[in-house]
T-cell receptor, first 112, second 115 residues
């Protein structure tokens, strides 16, 4: 069955450092992959979408890579700030159905 | 842009009550809307996919008579939890997508508590 794993439930880093979050998947060939941010008690907020034929996407301090051979996506936040503290979700998308399958999320804590 | 509004944000009601949750795309037309459920410390689980003007497609294990979905227009979908019981208490979140592989944009969720 399809499986998505995000690295460790929690990640603690110092302000100013780069946070790197991992999303690995098995038994699936997604057409695209999305990263979302979710704050407690709120809905997910869309951050970045990367398609299967793209290697890397950037948006301001965010960078996503997508390796379909390794079946892995890396999500980087450079110059991290305490305001970046949240849970980050990766989601795999199917071009046929448009459905998303979500990972369990990684909670990032950026300490001042 | 891409704002999705979900209402109400929280509901507390007695067992046996039916509860309706609305999901609106405010600045774009959503050909497809999705309904998710999220338990504490867990990820989002897709309940159903709804396309405007057609019947919703439910995921395995989701009772369609229990969770009624209506997608009457390109900007509005509703989820009605019928005869709700305490085990239906959860965080329900909708999302909307314009078309194709465009990202899903999410509402802020509805916290449902059944006493």
């Amino acid at each position: 069955s399809q499986k998505i794993e995000q690295n460790s439930e929690a990640l603690n880093i110092q302000e100013g450092k780069t946070a790197t979050l991992t999303c690995n998947y098995t038994n699936y060939s997604p057409a695209y992959l999305q990263w979302y941010r979710q704050d407690p008690g709120r809905g997910p907020v869309f951050l970045l979408l990367i398609r299967e034929n793209e290697k890397e996407k950037r948006k301001e301090r965010l960078k996503v890579t997508f390796d379909t051979t390794l079946k892995q996506s890396l999500f980087h936040i450079t110059a991290s700030q305490p305001a970046d503290s949240a849970t980050y979700l990766c989601a795999l998308g199917s071009s046929n159905t448009g459905k998303l399958i979500f990972g369990q999320g990684t909670t990032l804590q950026v300490k001042p | 842009g891409a704002v999705v509004s979900q209402h109400p944000s929280w509901v507390i009601c007695k067992s046996g009550t039916s509860v309706k949750i609305e999901c609106r795309s405010l600045d774009f037309q959503a050909t497809t809307m999705f309904w998710y459920r999220q338990f504490p410390k867990q990820s989002l689980m897709l309940m159903a996919t709804s396309n405007e003007g057609s019947k919703a497609t439910y995921e395995q294990g989701v009772e369609k008579d229990k969770f009624l979905i209506n997608h009457a227009s390109l900007t509005l979908s509703t989820l009605t939890v019928t005869s709700a019981h305490p085990e239906d208490s959860s965080f329900y979140i909708c999302s909307a997508r314009w078309t194709g592989t465009q990202p899903q944009h999410f509402g802020d969720g509805t916290r449902l508590s059944i006493l």
